[in-house]
């Protein structure tokens, strides 16, 4: 194995987050030199990754977009290459592409006191080699879920299946369902986005839903924002759209989560208005849980509602029995048809990129961490990770997660620091433990919960998934707050992170 090359910032991921990550370091310390590690060929990550029909944000471009670059576009509801061209541009426009390393797949870091640097090892995908970094920080940025497969469950009889079963994280290129019978399983932003895309060239497209999902229909555009970009600059344009977009966002989550009863029957009466008073609206579109226990579907231009009102595609509620020759035998004794089954069934949640982690020799479990601002864990130096909102766009976080680091490695250079840790004060480690997104019932986060972080009952050991209040405790709050322990190791001995865990 060649020597190890080192740089001051190893990010991990090229998608969304690690570009953005990377653009703050570039403007912000500009003395840092840094790589971005990327397992795949190219940059992009989850845009560059799916290819299914239709896909497409379910967040608004004007706070799905980084704060620092203006979205253009006319939609605000974007589809997948539109944003992947996004993302590439501003790579292109920082020069953040002259610092990605395609084909590394990162399969470890361990942290050594001793010389205050993180080893990152990966595997050169073209060659099998495995190649090693050393950094003084290490970004992560491998968003949070498993590019290896999605979600599958295990359906009885799929292998008597005469037909093509896909999954959407795996689209393959020679797909040809025109004219075709399509059942897709789901009943997500996946399964919605997918339905009405292929209902205009299949013959009939069923989502098959085990319990429903709540809906609602919005225009892909804002008028507001394109209006702005027409009277003023656009980086005033797209402040204000963006200001608007994450004041509303926070204003209507809050309302839903007070008056769940009203906003429930909101969203089912947009429904009837879509779809009129004969269908079945009880059955297909009203969920057993509250408004924001899960998230809400987007639904642009009513595309959904119209494929369903043209006869092209119908939604099935019903329990799988067992897959058949020719499609799916459901529990109800009814039998659907297929040529094609999508299995639009989730993805498999990860911690950190599926990568191990070793501090000073001693394997790190991230389930025995607490998490510091949803960002930093307990006892682990010298590393931020990025996790967005579930009830917000993405990037609001992952934009605020890179000001922090920023500030946080320009602080160290202040300071002569060249380790820091989070630390829980005196009287903390009996704190309650919560999990590390709470009051989120979707089945995707609470099957691997238990790997996460816990969050406390105090800041900063908390992961509030509210920008508001994230803007404060992040983009505000004291770097120096006892909780972070600057040090330099070679005056200081080896911090025990395992002895930061939370029971």
């Known amino acids: 194995?060649?020597?190890?090359?080192?740089?001051?910032?190893?990010?991990?991921?090229?998608?969304?987050?690690g570009v953005g990550a990377a653009v703050h370091l570039h403007e912000r310390c500009p003395g840092k030199r840094y790589v971005v590690l990327e397992g795949r060929a190219s940059m992009g990550g989850t845009w560059d990754l799916f290819r299914y029909p239709g896909i497409r944000s379910d967040s608004d471009m004007h706070t799905l977009g980084y704060r620092f670059k203006p979205w253009r576009a006319a939609k605000s509801i974007a589809d997948g290459p539109s944003i992947l061209s996004y993302v590439k541009e501003t790579a292109a426009e920082y020069g953040v592409d002259d610092h990605i390393r395609y084909g590394h797949l990162v399969k470890s870091a361990a942290w050594s006191s001793q010389?205050?640097?993180?080893?990152?090892?990966?595997?050169?995908?073209?060659?099998?080699?495995s190649v090693r970094f050393t950094c003084n920080f290490l970004y992560m940025c491998s968003g949070y879920y498993s590019y290896r497969q999605g979600h599958t469950p295990d359906f009885p009889g799929i292998d008597a299946f005469k037909g093509r079963i896909v999954h959407p994280q795996a689209w393959p290129e020679d797909l040809d369902y025109a004219g075709k019978k399509v059942v897709v399983i789901g009943?997500?932003?996946?399964?919605?986005?997918?339905?009405?895309?292929?209902?205009?060239?299949?013959a009939q497209v069923t989502m098959l839903q085990r319990s429903p999902t709540y809906v609602v229909s919005r225009p892909d555009e804002d008028a507001l924002a394109n209006r702005l970009r027409k009277?003023?600059?656009?980086?005033?344009?797209?402040?204000?759209?963006?200001?608007?977009n994450t004041t509303l966002q926070q204003f209507m989550y809050r309302r839903i989560r007070a008056e769940p009863e009203k906003t429930k029957a909101m969203l089912l009466a947009g429904v009837r208005k879509e779809l009129g008073p004969d269908y079945d609206v009880e059955t297909h579109f009203t969920p057993r849980y509250n408004p924001w226990d899960q998230r809400l579907c987007l639904v642009p231009n009513s595309d959904l509602f119209a494929a369903i009102r043209s006869g092209k595609a119908q939604v099935v509620t019903d329990h799988i029995d067992t897959f058949t020759e020719t499609g799916i035998r459901l529990k109800s004794g009814a039998e659907l048809e297929a040529d094609i089954v999508v299995t639009a069934t989730g993805l498999n949640l990860v911690v950190l990129g599926e990568m191990s982690f070793a501090i000073d020799g001693q394997p790190v479990d991230f389930g025995k961490t607490w998490t510091y601002k949803g960002m930093m864990y307990s006892g682990v130096p010298n590393m931020v990770s990025t996790f967005g909102y579930i009830n917000a766009s993405w990037t609001l976080r992952a934009d605020?997660?890179?000001?922090?680091?920023?500030?946080?490695?320009?602080?160290?250079?202040?300071?002569?620091?060249?380790?820091?840790?989070?630390t829980l004060r005196p009287g903390?480690?009996?704190?309650?433990?919560?999990?590390?997104?709470?009051?989120?019932?979707?089945?995707y986060m609470q099957r691997v919960m238990d790997r996460f972080?816990?969050?406390?009952?105090?800041?900063?050991?908390?992961?509030p998934q509210n920008y508001a209040r994230d803007k404060k405790m992040i983009?505000?709050?004291?770097?120096?707050?006892?909780?972070?322990?600057?040090?330099?190791?070679?005056?200081?001995?080896?911090?025990?992170?395992?002895l930061q865990a939370a029971e």
């Open 1 to 17: 194995m060649a020597a190890a090359e080192h740089f001051d910032v190893v990010i991990v991921g090229a998608g969304l987050s």
């Open 115 to 129: 010389d205050a640097t993180w080893t990152v090892e990966a595997e050169r995908r073209d060659s099998g080699e």
């Open 187 to 202: 009943s997500g932003a996946t399964a919605m986005t997918l339905v009405p895309a292929m209902a205009k060239d299949a």
């Open 231 to 244: 009277l003023m600059p656009e980086r005033w344009a797209y402040a204000i759209t963006r200001w608007k």
């Open 400 to 422: 605020l997660t890179s000001e922090y680091v920023c500030r946080l490695l320009n602080h160290m250079d202040q300071k002569g620091a060249r380790r820091v840790t989070p």
């Open 428 to 443: 903390e480690a009996d704190m309650p433990a919560r999990a590390w997104i709470d009051d989120f019932s979707a089945g």
């Open 453 to 463: 972080p816990k969050q406390g009952d105090r800041e900063p050991w908390i992961n």
């Open 475 to 498: 983009r505000f709050g004291a770097l120096e707050d006892g909780a972070l322990i600057f040090d330099n190791p070679q005056a200081a001995a080896a911090p025990q992170p395992a």
